[in-house]
């Protein structure tokens, strides 16, 4: 009972109160939608659908980088590695994850400067005459997130393929398939609810990030977490706000019940 209260109390309350005031009478009101003018101008308006989609495209560009970097490293923890390495490689993951993120952020944008790591090294070594923009790009917001996010990526798919089989694999290589075909038709089908689940988690949580956007971003993509926070402390247009951080958590509930119907297929 008392988490139960404690819950209602600082979760759910507030989400009723962000409801009720998505309904009140924003700074630009719509003529004739009547409570539903701040849905009507967000879902109607070009500009708004078009960071929805910026919302969503980066959230599966980052999601799609961290399958790609997160895998390998899963596979060689579970498959090779053993001991210190496995301890050092967690270690390694969740070591970011107990930095600020405002600290990683700004660690990058040394890195990423135009007088920073990254191009002094690509100058000395001839590759570049002139130093690259790579600071306030999406390759910059794109690098950031997938540092901070790729930890969850990699941990839901070294816990699925630490419970496959080993023989399963063996078997397969007995009957005369090779590394690479064990590893497509075996290994990886197996996998694929780590995959998931891992993508679930860094769609989502890119889906809300902020803190990223606003410091390596520079204004040069546009989401829902930046419009919140603009029209929280700049426009003081609170009904419109909460408008949008409504929409960002139906997105977010919809990658709930993704990863919910992803547990229910496994009989979890």
């Given at each position: 009972?008392?988490?139960?209260?404690?819950?209602?109390?600082?979760?759910?309350?507030?989400?009723?109160?962000?409801?009720?005031?998505?309904?009140?009478?924003?700074?630009?009101?719509?003529?004739?939608?009547?409570?539903?003018?701040n849905y009507q101008r967000l879902f109607a308006d070009t500009f708004y659908l078009g960071v929805i989609a910026e919302t969503?495209?980066?959230?599966?560009?980052?999601?799609?980088?961290?399958?790609?970097?997160?895998?390998?490293?899963?596979?060689?923890?579970?498959?090779?590695?053993?001991?210190?390495?496995?301890?050092?490689?967690?270690?390694?993951?969740?070591?970011?994850?107990?930095?600020?993120?405002?600290?990683?952020?700004?660690?990058?944008?040394?890195?990423?400067?135009?007088?920073?790591?990254?191009?002094?090294?690509?100058?000395?070594?001839?590759?570049?005459?002139?130093?690259?923009?790579?600071?306030?790009?999406?390759?910059?917001?794109?690098?950031?997130?997938?540092?901070?996010?790729?930890?969850?990526?990699?941990l839901s798919i070294a816990s699925v393929l630490q419970g496959i089989d080993r023989r399963l694999e063996e078997s397969a290589?007995?009957?005369?398939?090779?590394?690479?075909?064990?590893?497509?038709?075996?290994?990886?089908?197996?996998?694929?609810?780590?995959?998931?689940?891992?993508?679930?988690?860094?769609?989502?949580?890119?889906?809300?990030?902020?803190?990223?956007?606003?410091?390596?971003?520079?204004?040069?993509?546009?989401?829902?977490?930046?419009?919140?926070?603009?029209?929280?402390?700049?426009?003081?247009?609170?009904?419109?706000?909460?408008?949008?951080?409504?929409?960002?958590?139906?997105?977010?509930?919809?990658?709930?019940?993704?990863?919910?119907?992803?547990?229910?297929?496994?009989?979890?």
């Amino acid at each position: 009972m008392p988490s139960l209260l404690f819950l209602a109390a600082f979760f759910i309350a507030p989400l009723f109160v962000i409801l009720e005031m998505s309904f009140q009478e924003g700074r630009l009101p719509v003529e004739g939608a009547g409570v539903f003018q701040n849905y009507q101008r967000l879902f109607a308006d070009t500009f708004y659908l078009g960071v929805i989609a910026e919302t969503v495209g980066l959230s599966v560009v980052v999601t799609l980088v961290s399958v790609l970097m997160g895998y390998p490293v899963a596979y060689f923890m579970v498959r090779h590695a053993s001991g210190r390495s496995y301890d050092l490689i967690v270690f390694l993951l969740i070591a970011p994850l107990l930095t600020s993120i405002i600290m990683r952020t700004f660690g990058w944008q040394v890195l990423l400067a135009r007088r920073g790591l990254i191009n002094e090294a690509l100058m000395m070594l001839n590759l570049i005459e002139r130093p690259l923009g790579l600071l306030n790009s999406p390759l910059a917001i794109v690098v950031g997130l997938v540092h901070v996010l790729v930890p969850f990526m990699v941990l839901s798919i070294a816990s699925v393929l630490q419970g496959i089989d080993r023989r399963l694999e063996e078997s397969a290589r007995i009957l005369g398939a090779g590394k690479l075909q064990t590893f497509l038709r075996v290994t990886f089908p197996l996998s694929i609810d780590g995959v998931g689940t891992g993508a679930i988690l860094v769609f989502m949580l890119a889906n809300g990030s902020f803190v990223t956007l606003l410091l390596l971003g520079g204004g040069t993509l546009q989401t829902l977490p930046l419009l919140i926070y603009q029209q929280f402390n700049t426009t003081r247009d609170f009904p419109f706000a909460a408008t949008m951080s409504n929409a960002l958590l139906v997105l977010a509930v919809c990658c709930l019940y993704a990863q919910l119907r992803l547990i229910r297929r496994r009989g979890v």
